[in-house]
Structures are given as C-alpha cells and as structure tokens.
C-alpha cells in the first residue's frame, strides 16, 4: 500500500501503513496521540465507537428479523393471512415479491445515515476532546 | 426451436465481453491492477459491476424455474439474495474495506497474523468458488440446448473456455467495466420483454394463474419423454409412460401430473407451505433465510469486490447502491415463473424448470418478429449472467491461488492459477449435467454461511477471536455444511428430518460454527494478537480522522 499523504508530502514514496502514518505526524493533539498510541483513553474511545456502531447493526438486524423472519410465522400461526387479497393479489406474494425489497433498502439507507453519525460523533469527540 | 436471432445476440454478448477485456489488457500493467483495478472505481460503477457479477445463473433463470415449480415459498430466495447485501453493509462493508486487505486469506492474516489460518481460508475459497461455477457452466449448456439445440457440453465449453481466458489475460480492470455493463444487460434482458408479456396476458383477458382443475395448455403442445414416468389425468386415471414416447395435447387441455417431477398445483402453489412439507415446512423456510442473508457475505466474488472501494465510507455507500440495484433486478423473475404457469406449463411436465426465461417470450408472444427478438434479448442477457458470474468467480479462485499456493503472485503466476481455476469446474460441469441449478448455488451459501460468515462477523466486532478459534470454527461450520453438500450430491435420497436437516443445513451449521469460534476463541484467550487494539482502530476509526 503506497500512498501520500495530504499537505506533509514525503518527497519520496515509502511503504506505510495508517497507524505508522498518525505517529509519524507532527503537531498532531493529544487525543489523537491517545488513540494511536493505545492508552487506556485511547482505546476506551475506540472501544466506545465499535460498540455504537455494534449496537445500531445489531438494532437494524432486529427490526428486520421481526419484519421478515415474523413472517413463515405468521403465515403457519394464521394461514388465513396468506388468502387476503390486494388488487387481486395474495397477500404472501406482494410482501415478498415487492414489499421486502423497499424495506430492505430503506433500513440500509437507514444505516448508512446513522453509521455515518456515529462517525463524525466520534470524529469530533477527537477532534475537540474538551466538548 | 428456430430462433434465427438468438445465436447472433449470444456471439454478440460473448464478443462484447472479449473486447472490452482486451480493451482493458491494455491498462492491466502490474498484479494489483489486475487484481483491485487498483482501487480506483467510483460507487456507481463499482456497485453496478457488483450486482452484473452477483445476479448469476441461479437469479436470472433459477428463480423463475423454482416459482414455477414451487410458487410462493420459493421468494425467499430472492429476498434473501438482496438481504445478504443487508448483512453485508450491517456488519462488513466499511470495517473490511479499512482493513486494507485483498482477499479474505490477506485479511485473515492481517487481523489475526497467523499463515496456517491463511491457507486453510484459501482452500475454503477455492472450494466455495468451484462449487458456485458448476452451476453458472451447467446454466449455459442448458441455455444453449434449450434455444438453439446445440449439444449441452458446447454451452459450458464456450463459457468456460471465454471467460477463463478473459480473466487470464485481463483480470479485474477489464472485468469492471464488462460485469457493469452486464447488470443493465441484465435487467433489460428481463425487464423490456416482462413489459410486452404483461401487456399480452392483459390482451388475452388476464386468463387465471391458478384456474379450477389445475394449469392448462394454451395451445397445442407435443411432449417427447425422456425418462419413464406416471403421468395423472385430470379425470384420476394413471399412464405409464416410456422414453421415446410422444404426447400430443391440444389446446385447452389439462396439464397432466407427473410422478417423477415434484410439482406443486393450485392452494398449494399459491399460498405459503405447509409446516411438515420438508422443503417448504418451518425449518427449511428458515434455514434457507440464514443461508441467504449469512452466506453473501461470505461469496469470494462478492468481498474481492470491496477492495476497489476508495475508503470505508464510499464501500458503505456501494453497498447501499448494490442493494437497491439487485431489488429492482429479484422484481422480475417472479413475474415470469408466474405468468410460466399459464404460457409454458409443458415445463411442469418435462421437469425442466430452469428454462422458463429463456422459453417464455416465444410461449406467450407466438412467432412473429417482436417474440423472436425478444427471446434473443434474454438469451443475450442469460449469457451475460454466466460469463459475469464466472468471471468473478474465476478472477477471485484465481487470485487466492497466485498468492497462496503458487506463490508470489507475479502475473505470470495469476495467468496460471486462472487456467487452473478454470479447467476443475469446467470438467465438473461437463460431468454432472443433472444437478438443479438453484440447489447447488443455495448448498454454495451455507458453505460461505457456516465458514467465512463467522470469521468476518467475529474478527471485526470482537477482539477476542483467536486464530485456533477461527480454524476451529471454519472447520466445524464450512467442514458440516460441506458434508451436508456431499450427502446430498452423493448419498442415498433421505425421508423426514434427516432430509430437512441435510437438504438445508444453514439452521443448524451456521449456529455450530458461530459457538465453536466462540468457545475455541475463549479457551485459547492467550493467542489473541498483541495488537488487536491498532487493528480495531484501523478497522472502525472514520476515515476523514487519517489516523
């Protein structure tokens, strides 16, 4: 992996890797220092942030598993679920046919929304450690 | 069937896919362009050639064949292929990409720094791989039999034969820009010609998809047998039938059932399964789910993919693409095993299912200019399904292989391992002609389900994975799905549980590989690596932090 890195260019390429990259820095605050470094501030705000971000997967996962895994249930509890229908349409086929893609794509939106709050939650946790 | 447009669009596919991959030699100069493209794709392309190499021959013909044959319970498939891209972006995307690593082997050893675990991932992804290809190389001698009556082995040949030279001489780059093209070939090839089938069904009257009495023939149909079978009449009589024989029905008559083809009629066709039937009872609907949505993730072709990604967040935002580009896509083969039941319902009798999509246009349509260019629009996009499948397939067994077994991945070495990546499928494929097509590929994702599943899930979310445990647990999970495999392809027909537990064994190795990483992982707590702290770092810090 070779790459160059923003405004401090190296005048010749050299192998790096991201954590190499952040102590070679210069000028770069504490907190940063703390994450690189592993301290035990460092990685609680590591650990913080994986276990946020854990939590929202796992959130979602949940909201789709009574969503879609509710279903084969619902339909053996109640099968006169699957004879109800729509436009001339059972049920059970515009659910799975049509419904699940929507949903699917909205919980994923849904995530990367959240994923990506987190993020810069965690970002400006670093940036500005006072706050 | 004489179709004088079909072999042109499949020629013109094939040749389309040979150009833009030597078109693309000329870029390929180093291992890595031929490998990641070197990593400069944009989301809209990447996400593209990721749904064109995902949607294989099992989504654009199995599908359909399956609803056909099955009707309502066979969405899971479908919905489960798109949820995979769920757990994906849930669970791996962003992490996976930040890790830096090409191939899951390259990421087994970054994260838990062992050489053994390495080579024991490779052979799972090898194994993985050859598996999901038989059924892509099966898929297009089918095709090609099916509409041009050439022999079976010519199909697979041709396909074997194009892309794995493709992939040797070309690699990913090329790769890129064919398997992009190919998703909108794709949906095309399904969505124009479902347009003008709805728009017939509406001017035929909407006749019923499910009528009183069971399907009927629309027109006057001749069957040849092919294998003995029992044939039930509508009236209750029972005929013994002999290969050679030939059944004439006209139109209007009722489809006859057969003993030897398992087909589901009327209620049973229409509305969810009934608990005790072993293939869409509780257990199997549920095992099937964990399969889908668990196994994505661990698909070779799939995870190789998000290495051309340029950071984490823009892999998050491709996966966001890839799901709602296949959504739209997994619309449409419903459609056409649906309208099959009342067009083509020859294929309940015949047993050949999988053919469907390719026969449907002309079924429905007659003869006239528009069905026979239609029918070569989805022959074209079928091809497109196979060729884009296998070649990344092929690009991600033959990466593993330069790397891992032969070396030190120079691309001589990756030329190589793509011939002999090619060679194993191709010979399988031509030796086993009679495997249904969505079966294998389903068998395909519990393996990825029960092996790399946990491994990814496991090695980004919790540091206390070990290398043993993951060893441990791969073996335990892949080793009983494989079996599971093997019993099926092999072994003696199974009745009741046996059957259930083995026909879709995601329900039980899923849960065996995640407890085995798990326990192993825990008793041998003094393996885990020194520097899981940076690792998580690298894996989860957001990427504007640099750090």
């Given at each position: 992996m070779t790459e160059q890195t923003g405004?401090?260019?190296?005048?010749q390429r050299t192998r790096v890797v991201l954590a190499e990259v952040a102590r070679r820095?210069?000028?770069?605050d504490r907190t940063r220092a703390e994450l690189a470094a592993q301290t035990r501030v460092g990685e609680a705000l590591v650990r913080g942030l994986v276990r946020a971000q854990l939590a929202l997967a796992l959130r979602l996962t949940l909201v789709v598993v009574i969503a879609l895994g509710g279903l084969p249930l619902l339909f053996t509890v109640a099968p006169q679920v699957g004879t109800i229908k729509i436009a001339g349409v059972n049920l059970p086929w515009l659910l799975l046919g049509i419904a699940a893609f929507p949903f699917l794509i909205a919980v994923g939106w849904t995530y990367v929304h959240l994923a990506e709050r987190n993020e810069q939650d965690f970002a400006a946790l670093v940036e500005r450690p006072e706050r | 069937m004489n179709n004088p447009f079909v072999v042109p669009a499949v020629v013109a596919v094939t040749l389309l896919t040979v150009v833009i991959g030597f078109y693309g030699l000329r870029l390929a100069r180093s291992t890595s362009d031929l490998l990641v493209?070197?990593?400069?794709?944009s989301p809209t392309w990447n996400a593209a050639a990721i749904g064109g190499e995902y949607l294989s021959a099992a989504s654009f013909l199995g599908i359909a064949g399956l609803i056909l044959r099955y009707g309502v319970d066979m969405l899971w498939y479908p919905v489960g292929f798109a949820a995979g891209y769920l757990a994906l972006l849930l669970f791996v995307a962003a992490p996976l990409r930040r890790?830096?690593?090409?191939?899951l082997p390259d990421f087994c050893e970054a994260r838990l720094g062992s050489r053994r675990l390495r080579r024991l991932t490779t052979a799972f992804v090898v194994l993985i791989g050859w598996l999901y290809l038989v059924p892509q190389l099966q898929g297009a001698g089918l095709t090609l039999s099916t509409v041009t009556g050439a022999p079976y082995a010519l199909g697979a040949l041709l396909v074997g034969g194009v892309v794995t030279g493709n992939v040797a001489l070309g690699g990913m780059r090329a790769i890129t820009l064919v398997q992009a093209f190919q998703y909108w070939l794709k949906l095309t090839a399904l969505a124009v010609p479902a347009v003008f089938l709805l728009l017939q069904w509406q001017s035929d009257g909407r006749p019923a998809i499910t009528p009183e009495g069971g399907a009927r023939f629309p027109a006057a149909t001749t069957v040849t047998v092919e294998q003995p079978a029992t044939l039930t009449l509508a009236d209750g009589s029972t005929v013994r039938v002999d290969p050679g024989d030939t059944l004439s029905f006209a139109a209007g008559d009722p489809v006859p059932q057969v003993s030897a083809a398992q087909v589901k009629q009327g209620a049973d066709w229409l509305l969810p399964g009934d608990p005790?039937?072993?293939?869409?009872g509780l257990f199997a609907t549920y095992s099937l789910m964990l399969a889908t949505f668990l196994g994505t993730m661990g698909l070779p072709h799939v995870l190789v993919r998000f290495y051309t990604n340029p950071d984490g967040a823009a892999a998050r935002r491709t996966t966001l693409i890839v799901l709602a580009l296949v959504g739209v896509f997994y619309l449409l083969p419903t459609l056409y095993g649906v309208l099959g039941r009342i067009y083509t319902p020859q294929l309940l009798l015949t047993g050949k299912t999988d053919a469907v999509v390719v026969l449907l246009p002309e079924a429905a349509l007659g003869d006239g200019l528009t069905a026979r260019l239609l029918a070569a629009l989805v022959a074209a996009g079928a091809f497109a399904a196979f060729l884009s499948t296998s070649s990344g397939l092929l690009t991600s067994v033959a990466g593993v292989i330069s790397t891992d077994v032969l070396g030190r991945g120079s691309v001589r070495d990756f030329r190589l391992a793509a011939f002999l990546a090619g060679v194993v499928p191709v010979t399988l494929a031509l030796n086993l002609a009679n495997l249904n097509v969505s079966q294998v590929v389903g068998l395909a994702f519990a393996i990825a389900a029960s092996s790399f599943c946990p491994l990814l899930v496991l090695g980004i979310w919790w540091r206390g994975l070990t290398d043993v445990g993951a060893a441990a647990g791969i073996l335990a999970g892949g080793g009983a799905a494989g079996a599971a495999v093997l019993l099926t392809v092999l072994g003696p027909p199974l009745t009741g549980w046996p059957a259930a537990l083995i026909a879709q064994p995601a329900a039980w190795t899923v849960p065996l590989a995640f407890t085995v990483m798990v326990t192993v992982s825990v008793i041998s707590r003094r393996r885990i690596p020194h520097d899981v702290g940076t690792i998580m770092l690298r894996l989860h810090a957001p990427d504007t932090l640099r750090l």
């Open positions: 405004t401090d260019v190296l005048r820095r210069a000028g770069y | 493209a070197s990593r400069m794709v890790s830096g690593a090409f191939t005790d039937d072993e293939d869409s």
